[in-house]
């Protein structure tokens, strides 16, 4: 694989470094099925290229979009607490209600960013290569994602969120509102999310309704090898695992279709990923068994 391809593979990595952080806090945290991010991604996006197209400073768009996505994320989560609504349904309901809110952000299938500025343009690192430029820049700004989310979950209301996900009924015994608690947590959770879309959007150097398709699977991919790499109860380390294992999905992703193994093309990504994401889940039960083995022969 060539260093160009490598280097792709870092930035598409530490983009999805940022879904999978969502993901985690949805699914582990909170302890919710949330399919919300299939359309908050492409939410980020959308809205983060309309604004750009429109003149807006691409920061300030980029922040726009996570707001955007919070917003989808509070309400997946209103449905569920409020109108009791199942988890599943609920995050399915609003997935499909982000379609049709995409078109009409963008006004038609895709945004063109190419000729626009970008987060990435403003920042410039003494005239380095662009293809080394990006994946600096998202090295940045996902381990800066990455301490604001530890210290959160180190903080009085970060415990709160994590007891709301472990044990709700001894959260509510201890006086801890748990409708507000899994709202802000998957508020938070698809702003990732949506900052990872604004971000894809303006690395690829565009906007596309159809690029949400999957990314609730790239992200469980990446939670589920990064746990299997890296089991450990810190936090600090699980949110370590889970952008580790971003990097490592993209990096068998971009060997597969660039190596032609076993004669895989682009077309075959979606088959990839869930032997994948099959493969992860099947690692540590076979290391349980082996464990047993070995125990049972001493």
Known sequence: MSLIASLGAIEIGLIFGLVALGVFMSFRIINFPDLTVDGSFPLGAAVAATLIVAGWNPIAATAVACVAGAASGWLTAWLNVKLKIMQLLASILVMIALYSINLRVMG???VALITEPTVFSMVSFGGM???WAKPLLLLIIVIAAKI???LFFASEAGLAMRATGGNARMAR???ISTDFQTMAGLALSNALVALAGALFAQSQGTADISMGVGTIVIGLAAVII???LMPARSMVITTLACIIGALLYRFFIAMALNTDFMGLQAQDLNLVTAVLVAFA???PAYKRKLGGLFKGKN
């Open 108 to 110: 038609k299938p895709n």
């Open 129 to 131: 290569p662009e293809h």
């Open 148 to 150: 604001v989310v530890d």
């Open 173 to 175: 015994a201890q006086g």
């Open 226 to 228: 990064g746990e299997t």
């Open 281 to 283: 889940l099947l690692v």
